[in-house]
């Protein structure tokens, strides 16, 4: 069974060392979800952010 992913909810975050940033829509896969990341970060530390699109604007993606 894979392990529970304990969510923690903030309205702010202070990231230092980002290389990149990404903004993609999450996906269907399986019984969970899945977020498409180019190959070129495989082994390093990803930061998933979650947002509340009500209060995203008007931004498309």
Same mark, same amino acid.
């Given at each position: 069974m894979p392990k529970k992913i304990v969510f923690q909810p903030a %309205?702010? *975050?202070?990231? %230092?060392? *980002?290389?990149?940033?990404?903004?993609r829509k999450v996906t269907p896969h399986g019984t969970g979800a899945k977020v498409t990341c180019p190959k070129e970060y495989l082994g390093k530390t990803a930061y998933l952010v979650i947002i509340d699109e009500s209060t995203e604007g008007s931004e498309q993606q």
């Open positions: %309205t702010e *975050i202070k990231v %230092t060392g *980002i290389i990149g940033f990404l903004k």
